[in-house]
């Protein structure tokens, strides 16, 4: 964040020179809300109903732009932004549960799971756009490219398992979700460690999970470093230099990675996950005030 700024205000005092020697050349800076979140199909249940849902998240975003003017109504636009983006995932519906056995086998558990994480991006965005005047309003659209910076999530997962036959009792469980994506190692967790009980046998399980805890090893990060997408929005100017905008950016790639894309509620009948190979894409509002030159 601290670099991200410093980048701008040198880009800002730059821009502010060139100004003073084309007056074709304008500058200036916008900051404000964003609301955003990651969308694609859902797992679905015996019956067809919905198992995911991807609520909108919020953040912020803020940085400065370079404008080349064609004239006084249209011109060309390029920005740097430190720009948040994310969701409120939540998968609530059967699922299973594979205890690791201290002595003896592994034990695959067959119950509901309700698990919610709510992601936080962080991008370094450079939207390139063309706009347009005309009284009072400002009509903007274009490319925008981010860059991954950051990536975290949180949440929790709440389980109620029972065992397989002959059966046994119900095995209802909290573990907390901690999730550094550009961190975290394969196979990651937190102590302390808790006992679940199963026909009368013990296991432990973590308290809190990492972001890849499922997987042995990590390659390669959850969500792609390049975000692409498409940017579109209208803004209104209070006077020459003051406005108030509202822009949307649509991303058209796949935000996150299918390697780690499983299913939550069955596993292939050796034990291995079923791959998923679904597109998220990106989806997010962002609400601005800024001051052009």
């Not at 274009?142 to 999530?153: A, D, E, K």
């Not at 398992?161 to 573990?175: E, L, S, Y």
């Amino acid at each position: 964040m601290l670099k991200t700024l410093l980048i701008c205000s040198a880009l800002v005092f730059v821009a502010g020179r060139l100004v003073s020697q084309d007056e074709s050349i304008g500058y200036g800076f916008r900051a404000g809300i964003s609301l955003s979140q990651y969308d694609g199909p859902s797992e679905l249940g015996p019956n067809g109903e919905t198992l995911e849902t991807n609520k909108g998240s919020n953040g912020f975003h803020i940085g400065m732009a370079l404008n080349y003017k064609f004239g006084d109504l249209a011109g060309m636009r390029g920005e740097l932004l430190y720009s948040q983006r994310g969701t409120d995932y939540v998968y609530e519906g059967p699922s299973y549960f594979v205890l690791d056995g201290v002595i003896g086998p592994d034990i695959k558990l067959g119950g509901t799971r309700k698990q919610t994480v709510s992601v936080s991006n962080a991008y370094i965005d450079v939207p390139i756009t063309f706009y347009y005047k005309f009284k009072g309003f400002e009509l903007s659209g274009g490319l925008n490219t981010g860059f991954l910076i950051n990536s975290v999530g949180g949440g929790g997962l709440e389980y109620n398992g029972i065992t397989p036959p002959p059966g046994g009792p119900d095995i209802p469980f909290t573990i907390n979700l901690n999730y550094n994506y550009k961190s975290d190692d394969g196979g990651s967790f937190e102590l302390p460690l808790q006992q679940v009980t199963v026909s009368g046998k013990q296991y432990a399980i973590p308290s809190s999970l990492g972001a890849y805890y499922d997987f042995p090893e990590r390659d390669k990060d959850m969500f792609q470093t390049f975000d692409f997408g498409l940017i579109g929005g209208l803004s209104y100017y209070l006077n020459e230099g003051l406005f108030f905008g509202v822009r949307y950016v649509y991303g058209l790639g796949d935000v996150d990675r299918n390697e780690y894309d499983i299913s939550l509620k069955d596993l292939n009948p050796d034990g291995t996950f079923i791959q998923r190979s679904d597109v998220n894409k990106s989806k997010s509002w962002q609400f601005s005030v800024g001051f052009s030159f």
